[in-house]
């Protein structure tokens, strides 16, 4: 089964910004679109899919966010001011404002691709101003977890 991130963003994960997060934190790896351009596959170089970036969906309604994950670890990057208000503050105006949502699904049985889904997630959280809702099972490494 593989394990699952969400980048939530305030601006949009481009494609550009999720290869220049990919650069920051693996040195080589093969990076192929889908024939519809939905999803990013990254490859390594037998060729096995490591990780699967989806395009991100804009979602006009925050609250979906905390219905469809309560209670799910929510991690800022590092370098980054924390936690932007729009994931915690209450909403300004008569409307929330609308979020990014982006998945990246990491290979089960494939060794350290959820180190590199958790490197690359908050990589790109950390370009679009987000976060991150990592899996509930993940072990974080210790340089990515948070300060009390």
Same mark, same amino acid.
Request: hydrophobic share 40%; glycine share 6%; no cysteine.
């Given at each position: 089964? @593989? @394990? %699952?991130? =969400?980048?939530? $963003?305030? %601006?949009?994960?481009t494609e550009g910004i999720v290869l220049e997060a990919l650069r920051e934190v693996v040195d080589a790896v093969d990076v192929r679109s $889908?024939?519809?351009?939905? /999803?990013?596959?990254?490859? %390594? +170089?037998?060729?096995?899919?490591? &990780?699967?970036?989806?395009? *991100?969906?804009? =979602?006009?309604?925050?609250?979906?966010? !905390?219905?469809?994950?309560?209670?799910?670890?929510? $991690?800022?990057? @590092?370098?980054?001011?924390? =936690?932007?208000?729009? /994931?915690?503050?209450?909403?300004?105006? +008569?409307?929330?404002?609308?979020?990014?949502?982006? +998945? &990246?699904?990491? @290979?089960?049985?494939?060794?350290?691709? +959820?180190?590199?889904?958790?490197?690359?997630?908050?990589?790109?959280?950390?370009? !679009?101003?987000?976060?991150?809702?990592? *899996?509930?099972? =993940? $072990?974080?490494?210790?340089?990515?977890?948070?300060?009390?």
């Amino acid at each position: 089964m @593989s @394990s %699952d991130w =969400i980048v939530m $963003s305030v %601006d949009e994960p481009t494609e550009g910004i999720v290869l220049e997060a990919l650069r920051e934190v693996v040195d080589a790896v093969d990076v192929r679109s $889908s024939p519809d351009g939905h /999803f990013l596959g990254l490859l %390594d +170089d037998q060729g096995v899919v490591l &990780l699967v970036v989806e395009r *991100p969906k804009l =979602i006009r309604t925050p609250a979906e966010v !905390s219905r469809l994950h309560p209670g799910a670890d929510i $991690s800022a990057p @590092s370098g980054t001011a924390g =936690i932007p208000d729009v /994931f915690t503050g209450p909403a300004h105006g +008569d409307r929330p404002a609308p979020v990014w949502w982006q +998945d &990246l699904h990491a @290979s089960a049985n494939v060794p350290r691709t +959820d180190h590199l889904a958790d490197a690359l997630a908050h990589a790109v959280a950390r370009r !679009s101003r987000g976060v991150v809702v990592v *899996p509930r099972t =993940i $072990s974080r490494p210790p340089e990515l977890q948070e300060a009390p």
